[in-house]
């Protein structure tokens, strides 16, 4: 039996507590010091080997899911749930006693307590409860042999704060496993005008199937006056058995979720390729083709052939490209065409609406974590609990009513399990309107 005590008490001890929140807040710091993720190669270079094998043998390229670290996280979790258990109850009994059955003599040795003498006849006159739910108090009463005793509280609930706290740490807990055995993380690259029904793993390059298909429409890009990138979006189209069912335009910081999959704008890759669209202005025919660079392309049933021979760039970046076509008989054009812009070309006796536009790839980061709930509301229980814990406290007052012959001896006393220099305070204050009431 002493064993069992010695391990509940070890278990349930503050001090287990601030060990492993120490050691699980430098293992963080040491993560995020050292990369995760990285193969062995990069930390046999930046480390040399022998500290690239102890890394290895601590799991630290992918430290927050070792198993000392993991084991870290479950002791503090036992700490927290075994720490509850122990202490709950009796903060439970405070919370639901009888402050009625306190002994009147007890009022006076309280910090905060003040009594005074009144004449029998001008007390009778008093509510009592009416003047302390009148200065914000909800008093409940009882009769005794010698008077009237009355109690009303404030807060109470505020001391199951710390509780709370040690709940919302559980759930995000729980959330966190969740997300990691039913959620995945990865990456894709889809060309434009492409689509694909899976990603690849961000950490072993797994394939992941999708269960659906997405879709890259098109993929925008503008700069700065300077050539820097300014911002960069994609047209993402979702199909199920071939039907469009969600269409969105994405960019840094606002994703697309469809089935609890989210899809980031994180990258994009310029290709040598381009997409041309020709609309013939007659019959408001148009079409688009993927034409590789100095490839010729036939629209076929139009009789026009096209080919991008040429094209300026600054760095990946195609700001100009030179195009040709040729209608039937009639003798090649050739035009230059600003990137993304639309120009009409004139061969022979027909006229086409042309757009040249660079070919890029969409760089997307995928992820499905269906734990994330569980972690909002352990965050919004963490504020609450903090809330609770830092800035309420279970406030306390009694008074009680002797009657004494000709005179009424009154004694108010309260008592606080937090800041106690704000609670004297409102209790001066309280106590002056009860004597102003009183008429003392």
């Known amino acids: 039996m002493k064993q069992l005590n010695s391990i509940w008490n070890f278990f349930s001890s503050v001090k287990l507590a601030i060990f492993t929140l120490s050691f699980i807040a430098i293992s963080s710091i040491i993560g995020t010091v050292i ?105 409940e009463s009882r009769k005794m042999e010698t008077g009237e005793l009355f109690f009303s509280q404030k807060g109470a609930w505020s001391r199951t704060g710390v ?84 269409q969105k335009f994405i960019e840094v910081n606002s994703p697309l979720t469809y089935k609890g999959i989210t899809f980031y704008q994180s990258s994009y890759e310029g290709y040598q390729e381009f997409i041309v669209t020709i609309e013939d202005v007659d019959s408001k025919e148009s ?42 008989d009639s003798p090649a054009v050739i035009e230059w065409l600003e990137d993304n812009k639309s120009i009409n070309i004139k061969n022979g006796d027909k006229s086409y609406t042309v757009t040249v536009k660079q070919m890029y790839a969409t760089g997307l980061q995928v992820a499905k974590d269906p734990g994330v709930w569980f972690v909002y509301v352990g965050c919004g229980l963490m504020l609450l609990g903090l809330y609770m814990a830092f800035f309420m406290s279970h406030k306390r007052i009694w008074l009680y009513q002797k009657s004494d012959g000709d005179y009424s001896t009154v004694v108010l006393a309260g008592s606080t399990n937090k800041n106690k220099i704000e609670f004297s305070r409102q209790f001066a204050e309280l106590e002056k309107q009860i004597r102003k009431s009183y008429g003392a």
């Open 35 to 139: 990369p995760q993720g990285e193969p062995t190669g990069f930390y046999v270079n930046q480390y040399g080997p022998k500290v690239a094998q102890f890394f290895q043998v601590l799991d630290i390229p992918d430290m927050y899911y070792s198993w000392w670290f993991t084991g870290l996280l479950g002791l503090l979790s036992a700490n927290l749930i075994i720490c509850s258990l122990d202490r709950f109850p009796t903060v439970l009994k405070i919370i639901k006693a009888d402050n009625l059955s306190i002994l009147p003599s007890r009022l006076d040795k309280m910090s905060d307590s003040s009594s005074w003498q009144r004449v029998q006849g001008d007390v009778a006159k008093l509510n009592i409860s009416d003047i302390l739910r009148n200065a914000g108090w909800r008093p």
């Open 163 to 246: 509780y709370i706290v040690h709940t919302s740490i559980l759930v995000i807990f729980i959330g966190a496993i969740i997300g990691h055995f039913w959620g995945f993380k990865g990456n894709v690259m889809i060309p434009e005008t492409k689509s694909s029904t899976k990603i690849f793993s961000s950490g072993s390059r797994v394939p992941i199937e999708l269960g659906f298909e997405v879709r890259c429409d098109s993929f925008g890009i503008q700069y700065y006056d300077r050539g820097m990138v300014k911002e960069y979006e994609s047209s993402l189209t979702i199909l199920e058995n071939g039907k469009e069912v969600v």
């Open 287 to 328: 079409k688009y083709f993927i034409v590789p660079f100095q490839k010729q392309k036939i629209w076929d049933g139009k009789e026009v052939r096209f080919g991008i021979i040429n094209a300026e760039a600054l760095g990946q970046r195609v700001v100009r490209a030179k195009l040709w076509l040729k209608a039937g």
